[in-house]
């Protein structure tokens, strides 16, 4: 029995280490930022003295215990850490894995060909897209074409788009 516990919480000895609920981001989401935001609350029997994430200190407010932290973010499967200090030194921690894609997704234009002479104002195109990582999303699909002067039109309003494909004239 140390003398915080006895002054504190009486003739108890507390063996408990901090407990870390980690609220944000969600576990095996998808981020596209190169710095993600860490949030989420400790509890504990003491005051907890300090939390990092991944290395770097959050930032804690007393009262609700709640912490946050923007941490630098690698592609790919990514671990987010988190530990916590108690006054009488217990520590404990977290982790749970996100997934960064700071890539754009890849594209193939499969009609018209490459370099494929067109004699027509509407062509057939046919677009595949897809993402490694993610999913691509068909909803913000933006695309142009342009012609032999240099002058792009956005045609994005005459196909029809999903998640991999967009076809239309």
């Not at 006054?87 to 594209?107: H, K, N, Y």
């Not at 067109?118 to 068909?138: C, F, H």
């Amino acid at each position: 029995i140390d003398v915080l516990d006895m002054a504190t919480i009486g003739n108890e000895h507390d063996i408990r280490a901090p407990s870390i609920t980690i609220s944000s981001p969600s576990a095996e989401s998808v981020h596209t930022s190169a710095t993600i935001r860490v949030e989420g609350i400790v509890d504990d029997l003491h005051t907890v003295t300090e939390v990092q994430v991944n290395g770097v200190v959050a930032t804690l407010t007393r009262g609700t215990n709640s912490f946050s932290a923007d941490v630098p973010a690698k592609e790919g499967l990514f671990p987010i850490n988190v530990s916590a200090v108690d006054e009488v030194g217990l520590a404990s921690s977290r982790t749970q894995l996100v997934t960064v894609d700071q890539e754009g997704p890849f594209i193939t234009v499969n009609e018209p060909a490459d370099r494929q002479a067109v004699y027509t104002t509407q062509p057939a195109i046919n677009i595949a897209y897809a993402d490694l990582i993610g999913v691509a999303d068909g909803n913000t699909l933006a695309v142009s074409v342009t012609d032999e002067t240099g002058t792009a039109t956005d045609i994005t309003n005459l196909l029809t788009a999903n998640n991999d494909t967009a076809t239309g004239t």
